[in-house]
């Protein structure tokens, strides 16, 4: 297999981007990294995903996958002789996808709410966000990934939020690690034994720069 079957039309800070690129390197699938300019996108990411105009798209041999949980599931449907990342049991998938659609709708959106308002606005979504965490923290309970004794679906949905813990706490002002201790634990876990996510996920600092960028955009900062 070549490198130009799959391509990744991606942007580098991006939650959901991240999650396609943990999912490639899960199953040792070479592929070409394009990141776009979201403001002066590609005429190829037009076409590719005219629906929704966002990265990341992948597109296997020449035809497009949109929407990053979409491709995360496609990738383990495709390449399926190694690393599984959803399980094979109907309930514990639909539980794994459940907590998913959960970051995806519920914690997210709360967490550009954190740093995208002021006031008692701003007070109301990092509580919750905080609240959100927690709850994702209790799912996790003990073991030592979402998955259980292995990584799977809901770690790779989830790891990227690592990459911008540090912008959300410059933000929200709180400790990821004092709020979330077990959480906390989990996300070095997964950087320090998987390979796939260390090489990942960017640097903290550069995320806390490109969020300073967003709010300048946004007019909340000089
Ligand atoms: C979200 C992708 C998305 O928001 C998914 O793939 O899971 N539900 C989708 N992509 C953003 C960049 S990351 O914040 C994007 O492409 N935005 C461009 C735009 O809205 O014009």
Redo the contacts with the bound molecule.
Sequence with gaps: MTGQEVILLD?W?????Q?ARIALAEKGVPYEYRD?N?RN?SQL?LDMNPV?????VLIHKGKPI??????VEYIDEVWNDKAPLLPSDPYARATARFWVDFI?NKLYPTGRKVYTTKGEEQEASRKEFIDFLKLLEGELGDKPYFGGDSFGYVDVSFIPFYSWSQAYETYGNFSFEQECPKLFAWAKRCIQNKESVSKTLPELPKVVDFVKYLRQRFGFDD
């Design positions: 942007f800070p991006s939650l959901y981007g999650r776009e979201l996108k990411l929704n105009k966002k990265i990341p949109c929407e990053s949980r979409i491709i995806d």
